[in-house]
C-alpha cells in the first residue's frame, strides 16, 4: 500500500511538470508563428532569402522561451493569473524590442515598427486567453494539495494564515506543535497530501524530513538561517569527506565588479525614460504644498556605513516630529496626495538612480534600513546584521517575493538567500522580476495587513495551545 502510493505521488507530481512544459511549448509555438505572419506581412521577404529565416524563427523563439523561463511567467496555477499575464507582456515587449532591432541590422536600415506593435498586441490577447484557459485547466485537474503543518513556536502558526489567501492551491486542514513527537507525527502524515515544516526544532525536523523524503511526501520547508548559508557554501571535494566551505564573506571581488559595472550602464539608461517622469512628480510635490521636493534620510548599506537615501517626498514636511520614526501604514494621515499615488506606483523610489550612480546603492540587493529600525530588528533578531554584506539595493528578493507587510525575520531570509545565491544572472531576473511586481496590488500591501495576520495567528495560536500558551 504504501509503495503505491509512492508511485502514484511520483506519477502525479511528474504529470504536472508535464502539461506544464507541453503548455509553455505550446504557447512559444503560436507567438512565434504569430511572429512569422506578421514578418511575411509586413517586411519584403527580399531582405530574409533562403532558409535563413526559419533560423530567426528559432531565434524568437528561444528568446521567448528564455524570457518566459526568467519571469516566472509560465507557472499556471501557481501564480496569479494578473501576474502571469503581466509577466508575459513584459517577456513579449522585450522579445520583440530586441527583434525589431535585430531585423533593421539584417535589412541595414530602419524598418517600420507598425508590424511589429501590431504582433505585439495581437500576442497580448493570445496571451491572456492561454493564461486563463491553462490556470483553468490546471485547477479542473488538480484539486488542492490537503496539507499538515508542523509548527514550532507562534512565529511558526502566521504561515497558515497567509496560505488561507491561496485556497485554491493549498489546503491546510490540520495544524500540529513539533512538541507532541516524532511517532505521533509519523502516524498523521500519510493522512495528508503534503507536509510543512515551519519553525520546528532541528532535531525533530530531520526526522520528519528524512521520513517524507524515504516515502516521497512533498514537503515545503521554512529554513532557518543556517539552512541558507549552506545553500551558498562551495563544494570542497578533496578529501573522500563532503566538505562545505562557508566563507560569510558576501561577493567576491570578481562578482563587486561586475556587479558594479552593470548597475552604472544600466542605471545610466534608466535615466533616460525616467528623467521626464522624474520632474512631472516634482513639479508636482512642489505644487501641492510648497515643501521640499525630495526627501533625504540616513540609511545602512554595505558593511554597516551610513549614507544619505533620496526619495521623492511623500509625507508633509517635518512628519516624523509627530511620531518620529516609525513605518508608515496604508491610512497614515501624514502621507499627501500626491504622495499615496507616488507610492503605489513605487515612483517615490526614482531619485535613488542617482545614489546607485554615486556608488552608495546597486539596483538588486538588500532594501537599506534605518539605522534606528535595523537597531531595533536586532534586538530579536541578531543575525539581521548580516544583511550588510552587500551593498543595499533598490529592489530585491524581499521586494519581489515579501510584500511591505513581510515580517523582518522573512525579510532577512529573503536577503540572505539573494547573497548566497548570487550571480549575474539572478541580478538581471530579478530586475525584470520587478517590473512585474511594480504592477501587482499583492505587493503594495501595507504595515495594517501585517497586523491584522499577526491578530489572525494570535488567536489560531490561542486556540491550538490554549489562553495560557505563551511564545
Known amino acids: 500500500?504504501?509503495?503505491?502510493?509512492?508511485?502514484?505521488?511520483?506519477?502525479?507530481?511528474?504529470?504536472?511538470?508535464?502539461?506544464?512544459?507541453?503548455?509553455?511549448?505550446?504557447?512559444?509555438?503560436?507567438?512565434?508563428?504569430?511572429?512569422?505572419?506578421?514578418?511575411?506581412?509586413?517586411?519584403?521577404?527580399?531582405?530574409?532569402?533562403?532558409?535563413?529565416?526559419?533560423?530567426?524563427?528559432?531565434?524568437?523563439?528561444?528568446?521567448?522561451?528564455?524570457?518566459?523561463?526568467?519571469?516566472?511567467?509560465?507557472?499556471?496555477?501557481?501564480?496569479?493569473?494578473?501576474?502571469?499575464?503581466?509577466?508575459?507582456?513584459?517577456?513579449?515587449?522585450?522579445?520583440?524590442?530586441?527583434?525589431?532591432?535585430?531585423?533593421?541590422?539584417?535589412?541595414?536600415?530602419?524598418?517600420?515598427?507598425?508590424?511589429?506593435?501590431?504582433?505585439?498586441?495581437?500576442?497580448?490577447?493570445?496571451?491572456?486567453?492561454?493564461?486563463?484557459?491553462?490556470?483553468?485547466?490546471?485547477?479542473?485537474?488538480?484539486?488542492?494539495?490537503?496539507?499538515?503543518?508542523?509548527?514550532?513556536?507562534?512565529?511558526?502558526?502566521?504561515?497558515?494564515?497567509?496560505?488561507?489567501?491561496?485556497?485554491?492551491?493549498?489546503?491546510?486542514?490540520?495544524?500540529?506543535?513539533?512538541?507532541?513527537?516524532?511517532?505521533?507525527?509519523?502516524?498523521?502524515?500519510?493522512?495528508?497530501?503534503?507536509?510543512?515544516?515551519?519553525?520546528?526544532?532541528?532535531?525533530?525536523?530531520?526526522?520528519?524530513?528524512?521520513?517524507?523524503?524515504?516515502?516521497?511526501?512533498?514537503?515545503?520547508?521554512?529554513?532557518?538561517?543556517?539552512?541558507?548559508?549552506?545553500?551558498?557554501?562551495?563544494?570542497?571535494?578533496?578529501?573522500?569527506?563532503?566538505?562545505?566551505?562557508?566563507?560569510?564573506?558576501?561577493?567576491?571581488?570578481?562578482?563587486?565588479?561586475?556587479?558594479?559595472?552593470?548597475?552604472?550602464?544600466?542605471?545610466?539608461?534608466?535615466?533616460?525614460?525616467?528623467?521626464?517622469?522624474m520632474l512631472i512628480v516634482a513639479a508636482a510635490i512642489k505644487l501641492e504644498d510648497g515643501g521640499p521636493v525630495f526627501y533625504k534620510q540616513k540609511r545602512l548599506t554595505r558593511n554597516g556605513r551610513e549614507f544619505e537615501i533620496l526619495k521623492f517626498r511623500s509625507m508633509i514636511v517635518d512628519a516624523e516630529k509627530y511620531d518620529g520614526a516609525v513605518l508608515a501604514s496604508d491610512r497614515d494621515p501624514r502621507i499627501t496626495k500626491v504622495g499615496r499615488i507616488i507610492r503605489a506606483c513605487r515612483v517615490d523610489e526614482l531619485p535613488q538612480l542617482l545614489n546607485i550612480l554615486k556608488g552608495d546603492m546597486s539596483i538588486v540587493g538588500p532594501r537599506p534600513e534605518r539605522k534606528v529600525i535595523a537597531d531595533e530588528y536586532t534586538k530579536d533578531i541578531p543575525e539581521f546584521p548580516y544583511r550588510l554584506k552587500v551593498r543595499g539595493g533598490l529592489t530585491g528578493y524581499a521586494q519581489i517575493y515579501g510584500k511591505y507587510n513581510t515580517s523582518p525575520y522573512d525579510k532577512l531570509r529573503l536577503d540572505l538567500m539573494y547573497i548566497e545565491n548570487y550571480s549575474l544572472l539572478l541580478d538581471i531576473k530579478l530586475i525584470i522580476l520587478t517590473l512585474r511586481i511594480l504592477l501587482s496590488k499583492d505587493s503594495t500591501e501595507g504595515i495594517d495587513k501585517a497586523l491584522e495576520n499577526q491578530k489572525l495567528a494570535d488567536e489560531l495560536f490561542r486556540e491550538l495551545e490554549g489562553p495560557e500558551s505563551e511564545e
Open 1 to 277: 500500500m504504501q509503495n503505491m502510493k509512492k508511485l502514484s505521488r511520483g506519477a502525479y507530481e511528474d504529470t504536472k511538470g508535464f502539461i506544464r512544459v507541453l503548455e509553455t511549448l505550446l504557447e512559444v509555438l503560436i507567438l512565434t508563428v504569430l511572429y512569422y505572419i506578421a514578418w511575411m506581412k509586413g517586411y519584403p521577404l527580399s531582405y530574409f532569402a533562403y532558409k535563413g529565416k526559419y533560423v530567426l524563427m528559432g531565434v524568437y523563439a528561444l528568446l521567448a522561451l528564455v524570457f518566459f523561463q526568467n519571469s516566472d511567467c509560465t507557472m499556471f496555477g501557481h501564480l496569479h493569473r494578473l501576474d502571469l499575464v503581466i509577466g508575459q507582456i513584459i517577456s513579449l515587449f522585450l522579445v520583440n524590442f530586441i527583434t525589431y532591432f535585430q531585423l533593421c541590422l539584417i535589412a541595414n536600415q530602419m524598418l517600420s515598427p507598425i508590424p511589429i506593435l501590431e504582433l505585439f498586441a495581437a500576442q497580448i490577447l493570445v496571451s491572456m486567453l492561454l493564461v486563463n484557459v491553462y490556470a483553468k485547466l490546471y485547477h479542473r485537474l488538480y484539486a488542492p494539495h490537503d496539507m499538515l503543518l508542523i509548527y514550532g513556536r507562534k512565529r511558526g502558526v502566521e504561515l497558515k494564515i497567509k496560505m488561507d489567501a491561496r485556497r485554491d492551491k493549498y489546503n491546510i486542514s490540520k495544524l500540529m506543535n513539533a512538541e507532541e513527537g516524532f511517532d505521533a507525527i509519523r502516524q498523521e502524515i500519510p493522512m495528508h497530501d503534503a507536509v510543512i515544516l515551519n519553525d520546528v526544532p532541528a532535531e525533530i525536523r530531520n526526522d520528519i524530513l528524512k521520513y517524507c523524503y524515504r516515502y516521497r511526501v512533498r514537503t515545503y520547508v521554512a529554513p532557518k538561517l543556517t539552512d541558507i548559508m549552506l545553500r551558498g557554501a562551495k563544494i570542497n571535494t578533496l578529501f573522500d569527506t563532503p566538505l562545505l566551505l562557508v566563507k560569510g564573506t558576501g561577493l567576491t571581488p570578481a562578482q563587486r565588479v561586475a556587479k558594479r559595472a552593470m548597475d552604472v550602464i544600466l542605471c545610466a539608461i534608466a535615466m533616460i525614460p525616467a528623467a521626464p517622469i
